[in-house]
């Protein structure tokens, strides 16, 4: 069971995670960031980094995260993958209209985001980055010598603690009031955009997850987010202790801010940008985009986000009412469908294009 109260939750805003921020703080010292990162950019499989000739606490920080806990379970591991390799194309749907705006609603997060310059330009470069992590730590083959899962996690954990170390160098943030950069707690809320919250959009579109799918991907994901340096304290394989820690979660964080609104306005633009190439005629009617995703994110979170309701919001609601079933030829499951497989598609064009490399400022 997760402790979800506010005196846990407060302690956690001023945890980070030391392994990977000796990592960074070390290599500024001694100089040797900026070759160091070159190096690590080059690399994208499994154990084909030479860390030895590095100090100490590169060493550690490889070794620690170059092996699966103790407590993982390689045959959920590989129900979790399958359950990712059925329903890749809704999941990358629920990244897009739900995950993604989901961690912009943490308004000390998306302040973050803010500090690093990762808002509004980025906005397609941090929606790849997001989908290639996704599918390489989620691959059947992500743990195995020929996959990419350690790796990717390796770049994008030493990322978050570049992105710490730049933000508090700049002088510009306040740890009292907003905690630490990229702390724990934020890392707990995004684990959970990626794997519970998903789990209940996919629900939500009329995707049926059968329970030992759904603690699975779990467990899938529980495991992931362990090696990304959250603290064990915060991870469950269970529904319910997921539902209790969003819901904490959410009191706390989510209320509106100009980054958040600012990325979420950047994303939807994107969005309805890359659906004019549908051919669906419904994808490209206006105001489809932010419809999708408020039904998705539901009222309170989409108000947070101004994200605007229109005349397509209580169409597809009354679509919904229709038909329990979302078998018909106009149902909300259709136009998910086709709203899936374009993105899908957009995004495995860049596949493979991102390294991942390690920010050289702010």
Not at 49 to 60: A, L, P
Not at 185 to 199: K, N, P, R, Y
Not at 316 to 331: D, G, M, P, Q, R
Request: contains cysteine; charged residues 25%.
């Amino acid at each position: 069971m997760i402790n979800c109260s506010t005196s846990f939750l407060d302690q956690q805003r001023l945890q980070t995670d030391p392994l990977a921020d000796r990592v960074i703080t070390q290599l500024f010292q001694e100089n040797s960031f900026h070759a160091f990162n070159e190096k690590l950019r080059k690399t994208t499989r499994n154990h084909a980094f030479d860390y030895t000739q590095y100090n100490d606490n590169v060493q550690e920080y490889f070794v620690k995260t170059s092996t699966l806990p103790a407590w993982a379970d390689l045959n959920l591991l590989k129900k979790g993958s399958q359950f990712f390799d059925k329903q890749s194309e809704n999941i990358i749907l629920m990244l897009s209209f739900l995950s993604l705006p989901y961690c912009y609603a943490n308004a000390k997060g998306a302040k973050v985001l803010n500090a690093s310059q990762r808002i509004e330009n980025q906005t397609k470069k941090r929606l790849y980055e997001t989908a290639q992590y996704i599918f390489d730590v989620s691959r059947a083959n992500a743990f195995e010598d020929k996959g990419n899962g350690f790796t990717s996690i390796q770049k994008v954990r030493l990322m978050h603690a570049a992105i710490r170390f730049y933000v508090k160098k700049s002088g510009h943030w306040n740890t009292e009031i907003e905690g630490e950069p990229v702390n724990q707690e934020d890392l707990a809320m995004t684990h959970l955009s990626f794997s519970f919250v998903v789990l209940q959009g996919l629900r939500k579109i009329g995707v049926s997850i059968a329970k030992e799918e759904a603690k699975a991907y779990l467990h899938l994901w529980k495991v992931i987010s362990y090696l990304m340096g959250v603290e064990e304290a915060l991870l469950s394989e269970e529904e319910l202790d997921c539902y209790k820690l969003d819901q904490a979660i959410q009191k706390r964080q989510f209320v509106k801010s100009t980054e958040g609104i600012a990325l979420t306005r950047s994303l939807l633009t994107f969005l309805e940008e890359s659906l004019q190439e549908a051919q669906n005629p419904l994808l490209t009617f206006q105001g489809f985009v932010p419809s999708y995703a408020r039904f998705v994110l539901g009222d309170r979170l989409a108000d947070i986000l101004e994200v605007s309701p229109s005349n397509w919001t209580s169409n597809l609601l009354a679509v919904l009412k229709l038909s329990n079933s979302f078998k018909s030829v106009f149902s909300f499951e259709k136009i998910s469908d086709a709203n899936s497989k374009l993105l899908l598609h957009t995004i495995q064009k860049e596949e493979g294009k991102t390294d991942f490399a390690l920010p050289k400022g702010i």
